[in-house]
């Protein structure tokens, strides 16, 4: 947790689809901002949430997210895959492309 609420601060998850989302890069003032501009750049969603970056924030680089998270976490990335027009593996018959 930082302990000034002004530094920013960025944390990244990596999804592979299957088992839970992991902690991929923590950064903290001038290298957060980098860490969402690189995001940014490459399409990737960036959300800020204060009270989710608590959490995450207390996670090592590689651990899974708690499953008091879940539901949030997929969330957005249900949200992240609609918006890239995406579907869960399995889910191919439920898109939102699909014509009635």
């Known amino acids: 947790m930082m302990d000034n609420k002004t530094d920013k601060r960025a944390i990244a998850l990596k999804y592979d689809g299957t088992g839970a989302p992991t902690v991929s890069d923590k950064r903290y003032r001038e290298m957060a901002e980098q860490l969402v501009e690189d995001f940014?750049?490459?399409?990737?969603?960036?959300?800020?949430?204060?009270?989710?970056?608590?959490?995450?924030?207390?996670?090592?680089?590689?651990?899974?997210?708690?499953?008091?998270?879940?539901?949030?976490?997929?969330?957005?990335?249900?949200?992240?895959?609609?918006?890239?027009g995406k579907t869960p593996p399995g889910w191919e018959g439920f898109g939102i492309n699909k014509k009635v």
């Open 40 to 84: 940014h750049q490459n399409g990737g969603l960036v959300h800020e949430d204060t009270v989710l970056a608590d959490w995450l924030d207390r996670l090592a680089i590689g651990e899974e997210i708690p499953e008091a998270l879940y539901y949030v976490i997929a969330e957005l990335i249900a949200m992240a895959w609609f918006m890239e």
